[in-house]
């Protein structure tokens, strides 16, 4: 199967996917080693200045104009998803991969990963998900954890995860529901469908938006870690809820 790039749309007209990454200052070698310039959106947080963006983006076989975004450096990788969200709603991929700088620490082989997905050799949310299902987000780096017992007694902080219990009733409106487990994306790593992000509004991504577009690192950045799954994928964590 051919190719598609990230500015080219497959046949039918839907660009396959993209590749978002939350950059500041790490060794993103990985991208032009992996032939994934053309699918890539690097966005930067560390000092860069234009005419050194347009120098990367050249260095790392982005096609498009825009293949390196500068945006301020606040709110860790959950501001730069959140704001591409946001920002490209009405015009994303099929399926978006988000990943930061580096991703072997929590994902041995995103580029594999992300490169079989856009030649059409596998679905990366086919494939991963039990029962045949393609859902709508899948973690590709982390584990399985309770969710009621990591916000009793998660292995960080109890401000962190007040915050996460906050946080859930906020966005859900309603509190997180005992029995449950969650996919703690570890790294925030995972690859979410243009439906599953379409399911919730515009409104409601600022709204997430909001928690973390003023502070360098914010508390909220790691809650978003452990909230992932839910945000795009309501239907299988409810599923896994029922008795």
């Given at each position: 199967m051919a190719m598609c790039s990230r500015t080219e749309p497959a046949e039918g007209g839907?660009?396959?996917c993209e590749l978002v990454v939350a950059?500041?200052?790490?060794?993103?070698?990985?991208?032009?080693?992996?032939?994934?310039?053309?699918?890539?959106?690097?966005?930067?947080?560390?000092?860069?200045?234009?005419?050194?963006?347009?120098?990367?983006?050249?260095?790392?076989?982005?096609q498009a104009a825009d293949g390196v975004v500068r945006l301020p450096n606040v709110g860790r990788e959950s501001h730069t998803y959140l704001h591409h969200i946001v920002s490209n709603y009405d015009r994303l991929a099929d399926v978006t991969f988000f990943a930061q700088g580096?991703?072997?620490?929590?994902?041995?082989?995103?580029?594999?990963?992300?490169?079989?997905?856009?030649?059409?050799?596998?679905?990366?949310?086919?494939?991963?998900?039990?029962?045949?299902?393609?859902?709508?987000?899948?973690?590709l780096g982390g584990w399985r954890i309770p969710l009621d017992e990591e916000l009793r007694c998660?292995?960080?902080?109890?401000?962190?995860?007040?915050l996460t219990a906050r946080m859930f009733a906020d966005l859900f409106e309603d509190p997180p529901p005992p029995g449950g487990t969650i996919s703690f994306t570890a790294g925030a790593i995972f690859a979410a469908t243009r439906e599953a992000v379409r399911s919730r509004s515009v409104t409601?991504?600022?709204?997430?938006?909001?928690?973390?577009?003023?502070?360098?690192?914010?508390?909220?950045?790691?809650?978003?870690e452990r909230l992932w799954e839910p945000l795009f994928d309501a239907a299988a964590f409810a599923a896994r809820e029922a008795p």
């Open positions: 839907e660009r396959r950059w500041h200052s790490e060794d993103v070698s990985w991208v032009r080693e992996a032939g994934l310039g053309p699918v890539t959106t690097l966005y930067a947080k560390g000092a860069i200045e234009p005419t050194d963006a347009e120098q990367l983006a050249a260095s790392l076989g982005l580096r991703t072997d620490d929590h994902c041995n082989d995103l580029p594999g990963v992300v490169l079989r997905h856009w030649t059409g050799v596998e679905d990366a949310l086919l494939v991963r998900s039990p029962g045949g299902r393609r859902r709508g987000m899948v973690g998660g292995r960080w902080t109890e401000d962190g995860r007040a409601f991504w600022r709204r997430c938006l909001a928690y973390v577009d003023r502070e360098v690192n914010p508390l909220a950045g790691f809650a978003f």
